[in-house]
């Protein structure tokens, strides 16, 4: 066991301990810790990508499983098939984020990855609706690693690059948000938009939606590896006793300057006394706030591609899939830019909340002009569904990044990884009506082109609008509080 006597406190380093390995290699290291900060962004990317890869070609998937007994009944049956990653994922998050403070963020990260490698790749040799629905299902229970990514983010670096640290969370999940959609619209159905390449006898003519979902899997294969060098956050050594120990160093240094017995009084509180998360109402808040901004999320993603690729007689573009991957890949590079180069500044002079609120504000109107850009067409129609897809995606990767650095900041990292938890949970519950409601909503919104008020997808994206808005409500006191209140 090695000390480090600067300052009142001894702080004592366990040799064998990763978490206090950690904390030397912060104190001893001032710059920015690119290589941790790689092994975050792969495996957030990785832990993204399968997310929303299967909206792009989830219309057509269910089209040719011949469940939907109408055109119009089609995104009814896609919004069952993408919320059952998200039932899945609010199942287990808390119960992974339990053991992820238990037994390390590593263990976890391992396998949420190996779920992606497996469960994915059989998602696309769905042979059935209810295969489908299934290996989604069992995808989202094992993928749930998103909160304890978040959580070794932002203890793998010092409290300075924190919200770099998160931000590059947000934006390699907000990439692959889109990338993976972007994914699924290249490579779905590649015998028929590649046939000198691919034959309709090979495997991916059989099955058409098992490219992009083997693709993903590669990829995660190569992640998998990558955590072999990941290093652990956890202290694996007796806390408690550590912090007794601790605070009879702290009696010995301050003994000749007084007011012991409130040194003493103060450590045993610190030490003892561990929080309820569900009274922490700054964290409780901060996770409500999320999840009514995730829920408008990912009915975005869905009703996006949905609409896109939709005909132009029901209000849509008319978009082949891979129209719409040329679309969110483009989108994706903006928010790349804007994230690593622009947010960590803005959030040093603004503020995580301000930020939140900011982005909030701005989507609601660029979200009002979408079912004005189906009028357009030709280049025009390109340029002004690029432009909108680049600057709501980035609203709303900023929005969520704020989200996450007022979450950590209310916890401990004693509970970070049971808090990411219990926000991953919530989020996922919401999210699980997200595709679902969406889809129906696109579903109901399409039997109403000439109604008289909001006809057509208007109506979408004013349900999805009034979502934004009360999100943006509940940023303010006094629902929302900030943590060190």
Known sequence: MAENTSGLLKKKFYENCPGCKMDRLKEEQSGVPYKNLSYIWLVSLCTALPISSLFPFVYFMIRDFHIAKSEEDIG????FVGSSFMVGRALTSFLWGVVADRYGRKPVIFIGTLSVVVLNALFGLSTSFWMALSMRFLLGCFNSLLGTIRAYASEVCREEYQALALSIVSTSRGIGLIIGPAIGGFFAQPAERYPTVISESSVFGRFPYFLPCLIISIYAVG???????????????????????????????SSNAGGTEDVVEAEERKTYRKPNLLKNWALMSTIIVYCVFSLQEIAYSEIFSLWA????????????????????????????????????????????????????????????IYPYIAMLSGITLHLVLNCASILRNTLSVSLVTGLFILQNNAVPQSQRGAANGISMTAMSLFKAFGPAGGGALFSWAQKRQVAAFLPGDQMVFFVLNLIQFLGLLLTFKPFLAQPHE
């Open 309 to 368: 690729v939709s005909d132009k007689r029901h209000g849509g573009l008319s978009f082949s899939s891979q129209d719409v991957g040329e679309v969110l890949s483009i989108s994706g590079f903006g928010l790349l830019l804007f994230q690593l180069l622009v947010y960590p500044p803005i959030e040093k002079i603004l503020g995580p909340l301000k930020i939140t609120r900011l982005s909030a504000a701005i989507s609601i109107p660029l979200l009002s």
């Open 223 to 253: 992640v998998l590896i990558a955590c072999w060098w990941l290093p652990e956050t956890m202290h694996k050594h007796d806390i408690k006793l550590d912090d007794r120990h601790d605070a009879c160093d702290t009696l010995e240094a």
């Open 76 to 79: 009814y049956y896609a919004g």
